[in-house]
């Protein structure tokens, strides 16, 4: 069984996509957010029932993946969920129940420039192709498949220098060298490549250029950050998805799919950036949510999640998401190969050195689980610039950044989908009602509550609050009619929701504020009449009430 998942091409993606479109017409509507400089769409599927409402009425869900070329699995999350909605809409009520309620934006392959050539070549790091592989540099060592066998492996050259030895347990494992340690065979490991400009000495090896659309956004942005361009957003790919946002205001949530690591990574700003306790309350309860629903852990990026010694990460598109747009953002890092053959671990950072015994135990579940087609045993290889080598190691893209089975890969997606749907549930949800007294001949007062019947606020979060227009409330009256008391239009704040209370009232936590608000009209109007009122606000929703003035004479 050769490892390793078949994901599908641009053109085969494209054409399902066009396909569900145009057989669920009254769900799913299929639009580009922009063209690649390779002349691909950056696909958006915009699922609601549109029976109940357009999309833009309708709180929403924003999810992307595969933004990061050798993420495919983050793109299949997606897709995934797009056949979770379109599959539940036949026959499961709670799916049914939330397309009526709710729109889902779904990008399934924000790079596919990236993704094409990840699909087609051996190159890991590819960022969007603006630069395609190999990149070679003016000096120093660079990814190439020298071997011509389809993969991007390691080399291991004999040097008694060399950092590297045998493993005793396990001839494939390269294990450190002891501090002291002399007498031995030794070797120096390299990323399998070329090497340009040798001159005998040091091997040095190149950061490739490839431009990490994930480092563009434009929160905390630095022209230093590696791969994050020369200005915020200087790609199609990222401009689009940031556009994509910001023109639908109705977006409560944002999800980006990637792998790997298996965590979800709620935002972790830095300590001077403020952060509302509101905010941090709602995330860490979404937290809990995320990993009963996933089995992922909830961790901090920059404490868990970046290698010891390196900076935070800068233009991050889920610190942009909650901190200049209020959304409430998860990155979600599907996929922990290291968990999968059940070694526990302090961090989750993918980048963690393994232990001897855990690499040995990493080995003996790819021979049990993979057949031992996950690593490639070392072969002998003359290379042009450094001479006898041996070159093999892990099927790092389809063992690693991917899960390495159709199964493993479905059940992974299948987790990301439960907890996008909780989100979706979550979201805030106007409602209005209203009552009519009869206060004298023709003259009637009405009285209208505007709640919110969801979990989050109605800005979702503190941040949105400042983000997005407040509640509006709007009185429309027949030709005859005159307001008396009351204004047709009407400015309320922001609806708490039940996210705020999470323990009953006492005097000693963080105090109540409203979750609903009561405003009255006197309107001398004939009997019989019909006024509507219309609550909305960006991210939960509008909703209109006509209301009868009396029974007609
Ligand atoms: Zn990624």
Redesign the pocket.
Known sequence: MPTGVSFPTYEALTASLTDVAARHPHLVELASLGRTHRGREVWLLTVTDRRTGPPEAKPAVYMDGN??AE?LT?GAAVVHLLDRLIGGAVDDPDIQDLLQRRTFYLVPRANPDGADIVQTTPYPWVGNGRRLPPLVPERGLYYDDIDGDGLVLWMRRPDPDGEWKTSDRDARLMVPRGPGERGGVYYRLFPEGRISAYDGGAVLVSRPQDGNL?RHFPADWDPDEYGGGPLPLSEPESRAIAECLVARPNIGVAIAC??HGGVLLPPDPPSEVPFPFEDRELFTAINKLGEQTTGYPAISVLRDFTVPGMPRRHGVFNDWAYLHLGMLAYTV?LWDVIAEAGIARQDRQPFHPLTEDQQIQLLRWNDQALGGDGFVPWRPFTHPELGAVEIGGWKYIQVFRNPPTTSLLEREVDKVARFVLELAAALPELRVSATVRMVGPDLYLIGAVVANGGYTPTSVTAVGARRVGSVTLDLEVADGMTLVMGSQHLTLPHLSGRSERPVPWNPWVRQWTPNAHRVEWLIRAPRGGTVAITAATARAGAQRLEVRLGAPD
């Open positions: 933004i990061h993420e983050a994930n990637h792998t890092e």
